[in-house]
């Protein structure tokens, strides 16, 4: 078996896997001899000194001076140890592997580090152990994590057939439950989120008390569009697994429902109780993001820093404060930022980003050159499986063909993908390509069930402009600025233009007001007419984020009927 290139696995730790309490978490069985490491050599025979026979008066009397010796070295070891010495000794510190494995059966982020010491551990096992479907599953699922965190989407394949592997050796069905969750994650980090609901609710109508059928499950409605079966599962899932993880889905849940300050408290509440400095940066990581979706830059700048100084090398946090930073007008940092991110996680959406900074700063041969590394490793990533339609529809939108983002994300659509993300940009796209009627719909699903976003506003905002809809246009473009003033390099002008235009007002432009006309002399009131005075018209959409009331949208066309083409 191959181990992974970019940091080889450490050596086989003495910390092998102990057996679990949990009956679904993938682990080795356990033999005299340890997996991967060297049994210890058996100790010498002695050879006995040629030496007369002893008779039985002898040996009675060599035994009990032999007790009483004994009795009396115990008694003195006893007293002059002293209290603090008595207690047990500390157990000792997991290694690598143990740490992985605990992570992972806890449902929290490993190191890469450990990660790479479990899967050079049970690569070891499995190439002496082929028939021990268990630590497949473990192997296939480790692949899965190391190819989404380093962006090795070559891993996606290897994951594939060590999960298949594994059920080879023991189908699903008779208990290998543990792989078809593996196939899940799997499906997920490809962007296939049919595939993965669908081994998923298989996990789940088995085993419903699983808790590792959650998380995939919450990641694969969540790609769909189905925003209220992923809070049933959030909380089928901290009914069941409690602790870091599952308040770290609940804050996500809140965020997509638009609840901010609630997602902030139940993430800072997280963040509190993480145990290792993994599940710590990532709580801190997911702070930023949250302060950034709320258009506190230096906020997110701090929680950020906070993530980077528990995991200098995060990549996540590393492109995040750039895009903080670039919202400060701290742009030398902020590609300093992006190159280091990239020199980790050579992310296309980190290269959309960074290209967007170069060419805000008028720099077109470096915004160019990403772009050009975007395509490039979009390309690549479709050869293994991956499905990139949204991040290519939204580049080509914007810089590229936008009849070809149009037919990619329409397919997208067609696939069951209805998820917020995926209506913004089909919206935009059509927009871009001059339909902005067959826009509007998609565009207000997508403010409607996006959280409260910047972007998704801004984009409602224009599409709308586009219509004469200038009123409403009006609301979300102010709704925007208001949200994050700087949500894009580019997009963020953009949208404070338009609103200039309009006679909008937004953070930190407010509209001129003009002086009160010369008071008139009183003229005769009219009489009042019978008839009822007009009600006014409808309000169109739904009211922008922290208002209240209830309004009906309007009725979206057939084609966004989910599972309709």
């Known amino acids: 078996m191959d181990v992974m290139p970019q940091q080889p696995p450490e050596s086989p730790q003495s910390d092998h896997t102990p057996p679990s309490s949990d009956p679904y978490v993938a682990c080795p069985p356990q033999t005299s001899s340890l997996p991967g490491s060297e049994p210890p050599p058996a100790p010498a025979p002695a050879t006995p000194a040629e030496l007369p026979p002893v008779s039985l008066h002898t040996t009675l009397r060599r035994a009990a001076v032999g007790a009483v010796a004994a009795a009396v070295l115990v008694t003195g070891a006893v007293v002059s140890v002293p209290d603090e010495e008595k207690e047990a000794a500390p157990p000792p510190v997991p290694g690598p592997v143990m740490r992985a494995l605990t992570a992972t059966n806890a449902g929290a982020p490993a190191s890469l580090a450990d990660l790479t010491a479990l899967i050079g551990d049970r690569q070891s096992w499995v190439g002496t152990h082929p028939s021990d479907a268990r630590s497949w599953?473990?192997?296939?699922?480790?692949?899965?994590?190391?190819?989404?965190?380093?962006?090795?989407?070559?891993?996606?394949?290897?994951?594939?057939?060590?999960?298949?592997?594994?059920?080879?050796?023991?189908?699903?069905?008779?208990?290998?439950?543990?792989?078809?969750?593996?196939?899940?994650?799997?499906?997920?980090?490809?962007?296939?989120?049919?595939?993965?609901?669908?081994?998923?609710?298989?996990?789940?109508?088995?085993?419903?008390?699983?808790?590792?059928?959650?998380?995939?499950?919450?990641?694969?409605?969540?790609?769909?569009?189905?925003?209220?079966?992923?809070?049933?599962?959030?909380?089928?899932?901290?009914?069941?697994?409690?602790?870091?993880?599952?308040?770290?889905?609940?804050?996500?849940?809140?965020?997509?429902?638009?609840?901010?300050e609630d997602a902030r408290a139940v993430a800072q509440d997280a963040a509190n109780r993480a145990a290792t400095p993994a599940e710590k940066t990532d709580c801190l990581f997911r702070l930023g993001e949250l302060a950034w979706e709320r258009g506190e830059s230096e906020e997110a700048v701090a929680q950020y820093g906070a993530a980077l100084r528990t995991d200098r090398a995060h990549p996540p946090s590393l492109a995040g404060r750039a895009r903080a930073l670039a919202a400060l007008g701290r742009t030398h940092e902020a590609q300093r930022d992006y190159r280091a991110a990239l020199s980790r996680l050579p992310s296309p959406a980190y290269m959309l980003e960074l290209g967007e900074l170069y060419e805000s700063l008028g720099l077109g041969d470096e915004s160019r050159g990403q772009y050009t590394k975007l395509r490039r490793t979009l390309t690549q990533e479709s050869g293994h499986g991956v499905d990139e339609s949204l991040l290519l529809g939204r580049?080509?939108?914007?810089?590229?063909?936008?009849?070809?983002?149009?037919?990619?994300?329409?397919?997208?659509?067609?696939?069951?993908?209805?998820?917020?993300?995926?209506?913004d940009a089909l919206g935009w796209a059509l927009y871009r390509s001059g339909d902005s009627q067959s826009a509007l719909a998609y565009a207000q699903q997508a403010a409607d069930t996006g959280g409260g976003t910047a972007l998704y506003a801004y984009h409602l905002g224009m599409i709308e402009r586009g219509l004469g809809n200038l009123g409403p246009a009006r609301r979300h473009l102010e709704e925007a600025l208001r949200t994050n003033p700087h949500f894009s390099p580019l997009d963020a002008p953009s949208a404070q233009k338009a609103l200039d235009q309009l006679g909008g007002t937004s953070a930190g432009h407010p509209q001129e007001v003009p002086p009160a006309p010369e008071p008139m002399p009183p003229a005769e009131p009219p009489q009042q007419s019978p008839e009822p005075s007009e009600a006014p018209p409808a309000q169109q959409g739904n009211l922008a984020a922290g208002t209240t009331g209830t309004t009906i949208a309007p009725a979206p066309p057939a084609s966004l009927a989910p599972g309709s083409s």
């Open 395 to 423: 580049f080509e939108a914007d810089h590229g063909d936008a009849s070809r983002a149009v037919e990619l994300l329409r397919a997208e659509w067609d696939r069951q993908h209805h998820s917020a993300a995926v209506a």
């Open 137 to 260: 599953a473990v192997l296939g699922s480790a692949y899965v994590e190391w190819g989404r965190r380093s962006a090795d989407v070559a891993y996606y394949g290897r994951a594939e057939q060590a999960l298949r592997r594994s059920l080879d050796v023991q189908p699903g069905d008779r208990g290998n439950t543990a792989a078809w969750v593996g196939l899940a994650a799997l499906a997920n980090a490809r962007h296939d989120f049919v595939t993965a609901k669908k081994w998923g609710e298989t996990v789940r109508a088995r085993r419903p008390k699983d808790w590792t059928a959650y998380p995939v499950l919450i990641d694969a409605y969540n790609g769909l569009g189905q925003y209220a079966a992923a809070g049933r599962a959030v909380e089928k899932l901290t009914a069941l697994r409690s602790g870091v993880p599952a308040l770290s889905w609940t804050a996500q849940m809140y965020r997509n429902a638009g609840r901010r």
